[in-house]
């Protein structure tokens, strides 16, 4: 009798120090991997959202031919005040005034 208690209890400390946290292991790269792929699915309805066209400042200014070639704001994919930065990521004072900073529209997560 006391030999079946034995076996029991090094069977029991085998469950509390080996198949409990497994399992509690497997629960969790379980619910991990159900949430990257709901991260996934997310990241990519993002990138399917419209785009919006970006602001011509350069024809609400006036700007020459001649000042858009060496226009960052015009020569850059990005709206004007963004490829405008300063050094620090500051926006620069005449864009925050600015009528197309103003009136562009802000990204709205669906």
Aim: proline share 5%; charged share 25%; with cysteine.
């Amino acid at each position: 009798m006391e030999t079946i208690t034995a076996i029991l209890a090094v069977i029991a400390g085998f469950a509390l120090r080996l198949a409990i946290p497994i399992a509690v292991t497997a629960l969790a790269i379980y619910f991990l991997r159900r949430m990257d792929t709901r991260w996934k699915v997310e990241a990519e309805t993002q990138l399917l959202q419209p785009v919006v066209e970006k602001p011509k400042c350069w024809e609400i200014h006036g700007c020459t031919s001649e000042m858009r070639a060496t226009c960052s704001g015009y020569q850059s994919e990005q709206p004007c005040w963004q490829a405008l930065r300063k050094e620090n990521g500051y926006l620069q004072e005449r864009c925050l005034g600015c009528d197309v900073f103003r009136k562009a529209p802000i990204p709205v997560k669906i």
